[in-house]
């Protein structure tokens, strides 16, 4: 009841129904917008203009104001009675408020209230039916009859003139509420059939909802684990660069060692040969003949000459060219006394003694040099320092992924005769040629192909392989049972095998004989193979910027792999170490 008198507060005056769009007069009483222009347009004319409900008169046309409370209030009540504003069906005969109908009459065509139905029922034996404003349905088309009952043969309503003439005569009727019954009972149970329909795409959603949940913890947890990942990198990759920079820095010390000593040692010389052109300098100052050639020469050999000359051999020993003049020259005095012999001659000894010793001097000097300085940065030594961190990071992260980067082999006694290997054995080649090879049992005989020496029975290995973009070529695993000769050793043509076919750049993924996905394009001639023989998964990637996914198997291996490689027409396959 409280919701009917707030409904009435609700309606606008002008066309009894809720408000729409509310607009307000200076008077104060609100009107829907629509309904309040419509009156002014036509009060216009007469050029005076009031309020519908106040009669209150204005001399120029009132502006509209919006009320948007009113605005929300409405919202808001439609909001809660949703069923009456779904309907919008009320009774035909409460003209001065909207009152909800319960029922409507299908002959008369009219709506009723709980009131007026009790006067119509006491009245009138009608059909009833559900609160409805459209009647049109409800009859016949062409009778204009209240349809009352429904024929199978032909899945339509009827009225009574339907089954007495026309198309429908003698068809096998039945009453509406019979037939309503008949098909209810087909609904339910159709309904009892998408039950369980339901009810597994229900628990599918509940397990996928699972698994979505599953999988952000997953994630969440790989980004923490490969954040501590790098973090470790970064911290062996700081430690590399230490090492690397300690080693330069400790080779620069070296090295700089030696060349301060070297130049220590040439300062030493330096301070001599000075000191001894000095004197030289001084005796060629000297005028008198005979002081000049009486002269000790001092030049003629340095403080270590005596060590290396020693005193046999007939040199001159200290004594002889010592630093005392007056020795000096007695000393010569009697050389020339005792051998007879002309000074001149004697001056002429001395000379070649100084220039020999010169010339040691130069010559020991240059020796060391090149000696101290031959000494370089070990370049080698350096870039074997950072390569092996480097592959202590490399063999860090592949521990902790969990994965294995294997030495791969090609056998050569399972190759085809037409097929070249490379030196290393990782490099496969169709020549075209037949190669000269021995029979053996494990030989390739119908198909270019080969396999490996080595063999996966567990764990988790990664490989790369490169191929020169000629010819076609596949790449995949396959058991060492695999036939050597016949259609059923080709490695895309057996249950034995599991590959992918590369041709005109383009990638097809084969097991017995069977295509499982499209073909896709390739972009770049590189190929990561991943194997994780205990959980059945071997999956391919092409390796572009970004890497993508080209397709994964899953099976359940129950042999050793071995890598396979199927070459044609001039093509190459390189297994990447």
Known sequence: MASAELRDELNCSICLSLYTDPVSLRCGHNFCRSCIVSVLDAQEAGGVYSCPDCRAEYPERPALKKNRKLSNIVEHF?????????????????????????????????????DHLTVHNQTMDHVLSEPTSSFGNKKCSIHKKVLEYYCPEDDTCLCVSCCLVGKHRGHQVELLDEASEKKKKKLRKYLDELNPQKAEILAKMHSLHNDKGKIKEKASEKRKNIN???????????????????????????????ISDLMKKMEIKEDELSRKMHHVEEMCRVSDPIRLLQESDITVCSPG????TGGDGGQTNSEEVGLVPEQAEVHVFDKVQDNETDPKTVLQESDQRASLSDKSVVTEEAAVSDDEMA????????????????????????????????????????????????????????????????????????????????????????????????????????????????????????????????????????HNSVNPVPDVNL?????????????GRLSFYELCDPIRHLHTFRASFTEPLHVILYVFGRASVKIRS
Request: hydrophobic share 30%; with cysteine; aromatic share 8%.
């Open 78 to 114: 439609l909001f809660t009675q949703p069923d009456m504003e779904k309907t919008r069906t009320f009774c035909s005969y409460c003209t001065k408020s909207h009152v909800a109908a319960v029922k409507s009459c299908l002959q008369c065509e009219n709506s009723l209230c709980d």
């Open 228 to 258: 501590t990942l790098f973090i470790n990198i970064r911290e062996q990759l700081d430690i590399a660069e230490k090492k690397v920079l300690s080693e330069i820095s400790r080779q620069e010390m070296k090295i700089l060692s030696q």
């Open 305 to 308: 000459d005596d060590e290396d």
């Open 523 to 535: 972009t770049c001639p590189t190929l990561g193979v991943f194997l994780d023989y205990e959980a």
């Open 375 to 510: 000494d370089d940065l070990e370049d080698v030594l350096i870039s074997s320092i950072l390569h092996r961190s480097m592959k202590d990071v490399v063999t860090y992260v592949t521990s902790e992924l969990g994965f294995h980067v294997p030495d791969i082999l090609l056998d050569v006694d399972t190759a085809h005769t037409d097929m070249g290997l490379s030196e290393d054995l990782r490099t496969a080649t169709d020549l075209g040629i037949k190669q000269g090879r021995p029979e053996s049992p494990g030989r390739f005989q119908t198909y270019c192909q080969v396999l490996s020496q080595c063999s996966f029975s567990s764990g988790r290995q990664y490989w790369e392989v490169e191929w020169n973009q000629t010819g076609d070529c596949g790449i995949g695993m396959s058991y060492p049972s695999i036939e050597r000769n016949g259609d059923q050793s080709a490695l895309d043509d057996n249950d034995k095998t599991w590959c992918l076919i590369l041709s005109d750049k383009t990638c097809s993924a084969f």
